[in-house]
DNA sequence: AATGAATGAGGATTCATTCAT
DNA sequence: GATGAATGAATCCTCATTCAT
C-alpha cells in the first residue's frame, strides 16, 4: 500500500579506519542470529540489514554466501578448540560443543553437510570443520571411553547428538541434546559458551 | 489478468485420465529421487521435468511444496508402519528404517524438522509422521531395552542415528547408520525396504 | 496438506440427451453467479465448477472466454427487450435495466466496454449489446423527456447511471442506482426483474 | 531455497542511487501509459519494461501490484486538490477533474473500486481517493448547486460522468465527459491538467 | 570504505485450452 | 456427449550480485 522510504538523500559517514573490524564482527554476529532464525539459506540482505550495513559491506568481507556461513562456523569450531585447548577434561569440552549445538540451528545442519549436495551450500568447508572439532575432542579422549572402539566413533557420535537436537527453544535442545549423550553412555559438563 | 490465447506451438497429447494415477506416482518417485539429490528446497519444476510431466500437474496433485515431500514422507513412514505390522522383532523394523535413513537424505532431514527455522519447511506435519514411527517402533520395545529408561528416548535415537547418516553414497550411510546403532547398543536387522 | 480426491475411477453418467440444454442453463447461471462475485476474468473452471460440469462442456457450449461472457449479458440484453417489448411505460423498463445494473457487476463493466482495450475481453460484441439496449428504451422515450436533447444522451445516461452503481451489496447499489436516475431527472419505476 | 550463481552474460552498469529518483517517476509514468493501453492488470513487467528497468526495481519501490496503481492515482488525485486550493472557481476544478477521466482508463475504473469483487484490485485505498476527490469538490460547492440535495450526491455524480466516460480516444471520451456533466445541469470549465 | 539501488536469472504459480477415455 | 487430467505459456516475485556515487 505504502512505499518504503527509500533513499533519503543523507549519507551515513563512513564510520572511520577501524570501523571494518566492527563491521565484519557485527556480520557475523547478525549472521548467527538470522541463521538461527531462518536456517542456513536466509536472505542475505536480511544479515546486511541485521547488522546495520549495506550490502556492499557484506560482499567486501565475503565473496560468497558460503563464506558467511563459513565464518559463523569458523567462530563456533575456534571456541571449541579453545575449549579443548585450556581444558584436559573432556566433559567440560563437551559442554562447549553441546552448547553451541544447542544454540544454532544452522551449526547443526551444516555439521551434517554429507555432500549429498542436500543444499550444495558450504559445501567441502564443513567437513573440514567437523575433523577440526574431532580433533579438538579427541585430544581428550580417555583410554577405554565408549566412543574409541571404532575410529570414525567420535565422529558419529558428534553427528547423533546433533541429530537429536531439534525443537523450538533453546532448552528444549539442550535437554535433547544431554539426553543423547546420556544413551551414549557419555558424561557431559556444564553446557556453557567458551569463556576464557 | 486476463490470459492471451497460447502460441499455436503443437501440444503433445494428454494421455488421458488414466495417467493421473500414474503421474501421481512417477512424480512422488522423482520428488524421491531429486530430495535425496538436491535436498529438500529443490525447484518444483525439476521434480515436475524428471516425472516427465508438466508443472500443472504437480500442482494438480500437490497444493504445495510441502505436499510433495509430505507425500514422498508418508510412504516411508508407511513402510515402516507396515514392517512393524507384519513383524514382531524390532530389529527387522530397525532394518527398514534404517534403509530408509540410508535412502533419502529428504527422509533424514525432515525427521528433524523442528520448526527452528529454514522457513516452515515440512512443518508440523514431519512431527506427526515421528510420531508415527515412534509408535510402530514402540510396539516391539521389549522390557529393559536400552531405550525405555526415559520415554522420549526412543525417539531421540531415531533423531541420533538419522543425525549420523550421513555421507555421498548410500552404502556409506548406511555403514554409519549401522555405526550409530552399535554405540547406542542397539541391535538392527538386515538393512532393505520393506517387501510384503 | 492433503491432496484433493482426484479421479475416482467412477464417472457419471453423462445424463442423457437433453442434458445439453440444461448444460448450457446452468453454465449461465453460474457464469453470473461468478461473475458477480469475481468479476470478469474470473476462472473458466469456477464456472465450470460451479455449474457442476467438466471443463469439456463449457468449451462445447462456448467457443472461448468472450462466449461466455456475451451469453450472460445477452440474456440480460434480451430481459430488459422484453420488458420494453410488454411495457409502454418508459419508467417500468428503466426498472429492470436498473435491476440488472444492482445485480451483476459484470454486466456495469460490460457496458462500459469501450474498446480502450481495458482487458481486451468482451471486446465489440458489447456495442451491440449496448445499442440493443438503447434500442429497447428510445422505443418509449416521450417527447421532451430530459434525455432527448442530443441523440447519444440517452446511451450516456445509461453509462452514467452504471458508473454511479457501486457497493457492496445488491441493497447499496440499487440505492445509487436510484440516486442516479433522480440527478438526470428521470424516473424509474420499481426496481425489478423481468417476470413473463 | 538457495540461488544458483548468476550466469556471466553483462550487466548494465547500474545508474547509481541518483537514478532512484528518477526510476520511480519513470515507473509512474510508465504505469500511467500502460494502465491507460490495457487496463489495470496489464503485467507488471510490462510496467518495468516501458520504464526501461528490471523487475526488481519496480518491486523496490512498490511492494505490490495495488502500491503501483495507487501511487498513480495519486498523483491524479493530488493535482485535483491542488487545482481546487488554486481555484475558487468549482468549474475550473472539474476541468481538471475531467482532464484526468477523459485520459485514464485506469483512473475511471479505479473510481469505480467498489470492492464488489475483481479479485481486491485496489481496494479500500480507492475509497479514500474518491472521498479526497470528493472533498476538494465540495470545498467550492455554491448554496442551491444541483448536487447540494443529498450528501452522497456529489460522489455519485462523479461516478456517474466516470460512467459516461467511454471510447477509444482521449477526445471522444472527453466529448461524452462534458455531455454527462451537461445532463447534470453543471457547468464545467476548460478541460486540461492542473498547471501551477 | 560504505551505501543501497538496479539488474535479471530462476523459481513459483495460475489458467486457458486440448484431448484421451 | 461428458469428464477432468495434462500441457505449458505467461506472469508473479525473490534474491544474489554488481556498481555508481
Redesign the interface.
Known amino acids: ?4 522510504p ?2 533519503d538523500t543523507r549519507r551515513p559517514p563512513s564510520g572511520g579506519p577501524k570501523a571494518a573490524a566492527r563491521n565484519r564482527a557485527a556480520l557475523i554476529a547478525a549472521a548467527r542470529e538470522v ?5 542456513l ?1 536466509a536472505p542475505l540482505s536480511a544479515i546486511a540489514r541485521r547488522a546495520g550495513v549495506g550490502q556492499g559491506v557484506l560482499y567486501r568481507h565475503f565473496p ?2 558460503t563464506a558467511v556461513a563459513t565464518a559463523v562456523l569458523e567462530e563456533n569450531v575456534r571456541q571449541i578448540e579453545q575449549a579443548a585447548k585450556q581444558n584436559t577434561d573432556l566433559a567440560k569440552v563437551l559442554g562447549v560443543l553441546t552448547w553451541h549445538l544447542s544454540e544454532s ?1 544452522a551449526f547443526i ?1 551444516v555439521l ?10 558450504v559445501p567441502m568447508y564443513a567437513l573440514t570443520l567437523s575433523q577440526r572439532v574431532e580433533r579438538a575432542l579427541r585430544m581428550h579422549l580417555p583410554e577405554g571411553h ?2 574409541t572402539a ?1 575410529p ?2 567420535l565422529m ?2 558428534v ?10 527453544t533453546r532448552e528444549h ?1 539442550e535437554r ?1 541434546a544431554l ?2 549423550w546420556r ?2 553412555g557419555v558424561e557431559v559438563g556444564p553446557v556453557r559458551p567458551f569463556e576464557e
Open positions: 500500500m505504502t512505499q518504503k527509500l533513499s541463521y538461527a532464525e531462518n536456517g539459506g560468497d554466501r540451528a545442519s551434517h553437510a554429507d555432500g549429498t549436495g542436500s543444499h550444495s551450500t565408549p566412543l571404532e570414525d566413533d558419529i557420535a553427528g547423533m547428538v546433533s541429530g537429536a537436537v531439534t525443537g523450538p535442545r535433547r539426553a543423547a544413551l551414549l
